[in-house]
């Protein structure tokens, strides 16, 4: 019997020892949404999923100029070759640091910034006390059937340094010219896909509203100053404030760690 207690002792001595030997988990599990810097053609959000220190799965989207999601429709066969492969490399590596996909260097470099920054917020220990990233983040007012807001935020040293301003209008039909199609009301026809949706482009720079010119000017400079998304309306360009200042909160939210 003493032999037994002493034996079982042992036993417990040793298991006790090995589980304070195993490996402490660095990241928490969950999913994990982190974007990539933004520049004047959109940006790549990706979800990772984590359990017990692995990727188990990737979600990858990536937006165009105008804070719209490629879709399936998109036409341009590497990417979508990017998006169904570049998940599998990142789960298969357990890494974010993998090849790029041929022909969709641009989008693969963004997912695995994107991806690195996911796993970042993922862990356990936070390596800064950065509450940021520095870099650039673009986000989108709410959309309407009149257009939206764009913004592109620049955060450095966890501080607004520059802000770029856009909004968008549906399209107008053109013809072989160039010149704009009216119809018999005397307004532009707008321009439609061949599913019959609404096509948008940025207001041009020719758009006949002086106070929107003035504000998309002034408006980053008020956002800059005050290091907030939050700043006086611009005088006769309500909208335009207002867009611009959702705008920016969004991309704030986007850069947060």
């Known amino acids: 019997m003493k ?3 002493a034996v079982a002792a042992v036993a417990l ?3 006790a020892a090995l589980a304070g030997c195993a490996p402490q988990a660095i990241h928490n599990d969950g999913t994990f949404i982190a974007v990539s810097d933004a520049n004047d053609r959109g940006f790549v959000r990706a979800e990772v999923t984590i359990a017990r220190d692995k990727i188990t799965a990737v979600k990858l989207m990536e937006f165009n100029a105008l804070g719209l999601e490629k879709g399936p429709t998109y036409g341009y066969a590497p990417f979508h070759t990017f998006l169904a492969e570049m998940p599998k490399r990142f789960v298969a590596k357990n890494s974010w640091d993998v090849d790029v996909v041929s022909q969709a260097t641009g989008s693969s470099n963004g997912a695995k ?3 690195l920054r996911a ?3 993922a862990r356990k220990t936070k390596t800064t006390a950065a509450t940021m990233w520095d870099g650039t983040f673009m986000a989108v007012s709410d959309r309407t059937e009149r257009g939206w807001g764009i913004a592109w935020v620049t955060i450095n040293g966890g501080k607004i340094s520059r802000v770029v301003l856009h909004e968008t209008r549906p399209a107008p039909e053109r013809d072989a010219a160039g010149a704009v199609v009216m119809g018999p009301d005397g307004r532009p026809v707008t321009r439609r896909d061949a599913a019959g949706n609404v096509i948008f482009e940025r207001k041009p720079a020719d758009y006949a509203f002086a106070p929107y010119h003035e504000a998309i000017v002034e408006l980053p400079k008020r956002f800059v100053a005050k290091n907030s998304a939050q700043v006086d309306v ?4 309500t909208g335009t404030s207002n867009n611009s200042m959702l705008a920016v909160q969004r991309a704030l ?3 947060k760690r």
């Open 119 to 121: 796993t970042q917020m």
């Open 13 to 15: 001595v040793t298991i």
């Open 3 to 5: 032999k037994f207690l």
């Open 253 to 255: 939210e986007a850069a």
């Open 234 to 237: 611009f005088t006769g360009a």
């Open 113 to 115: 910034q994107a991806v």
